[in-house]
T-cell receptor, first 113, second 110 residues
Framework: EAGVAQSPRYKIIEKRQSVAFWCNPI?????LYWYQQILGQGPKLLIQ????????DSQLPKDRFSAERLKGVDSTLKIQPAKLEDSAVYLC???????????FGQGTRLTVV | KNEVEQSPQNLTAQEGEFITINCSYS?????LHWLQQHPGGGIVSLFM???GKKKHGRLIATINIQEKHSSLHITASHPRDSAVYIC????????????FGIGTKLQVIP
């Protein structure tokens, strides 16, 4: 079974630039999560989708971050414009339902300079 | 105070030692996860438990719901066990938001 795919693996951008991350969850998984993990900290939930609807985006900085899952499968997370403090690993995870075990992708390591 | 507290934050052990990592939480939960994160960022789910004890190979996870505490044990530790171990709790109610601990960085020395 293919796992959660994320791309790119690494990205370096200058502050005020824009960046987008892509996630392809495990086939059939209804729930998709985006997490931000700053170095030395545990992951923080940015947004949770149930199919193509947003369940929780309370910690998403909506002035600069946006995410979509238009067809209820793939998802993109965008940052526009990026700040230095956005440097982190962005993890995507998926699960069959909101009450089941989640499977994580390898993450995208973003460095903002 | 964080909803999920892990201890210790850093742990160095000799190969073969028995290792315990602790997790305490302050909210009502429906499940607790133990995750392993290797350098490079990939996260692997080790256990999801809501009561009692689970065992997989050299790994054992226990949870005491009344005391809001869980432990992850590694028997006969090996250098390949070196990783960050993260405790995450799934809150009860609603869409069961997941909150993560900061992680315990384990280094097993040969």
């Amino acid at each position: 079974e293919a796992g959660v795919a994320q791309s790119p693996r690494y990205k370096i951008i200058e502050k005020r630039q824009s960046v987008a991350f892509w996630c392809n969850p495990i086939s059939g998984h209804a729930t998709l999560y985006w997490y931000q993990q700053i170095l030395g900290q545990g992951p923080k939930l940015l947004i949770q989708f149930q199919n193509n609807g947003v369940v929780d985006d309370s910690q998403l900085p909506k002035d600069r971050f946006s995410a979509e899952r238009l067809k209820g499968v793939d998802s993109t997370l965008k940052i526009q414009p990026a700040k230095l403090e956005d440097s982190a690993v962005y993890l995507c995870a998926s699960s069959p339902g909101w009450n089941t075990e989640a499977f994580f992708g390898q993450g995208t390591r973003l460095t903002v300079v | 105070k964080n909803e999920v507290e892990q201890s210790p934050q850093n742990l160095t052990a000799q190969e073969g030692e028995f290792i315990t990592i602790n997790c305490s939480y302050s909210v009502g939960i429906s499940a607790l996860h133990w995750l392993q994160q290797h350098p490079g960022g990939g996260i692997v789910s080790l256990f999801m438990l809501s009561s009692g004890k689970k065992k997989h190979g050299r790994l054992i996870a226990t949870i005491n719901i009344q005391e809001k505490h869980s432990s992850l044990h590694i028997t006969a530790s090996h250098p390949r066990d070196s990783a960050v171990y993260i405790c995450a709790v799934r809150r009860s109610g609603g869409y069961q938001k997941v909150t993560f601990g900061i992680g315990t960085k384990l280094q097993v020395i040969p």
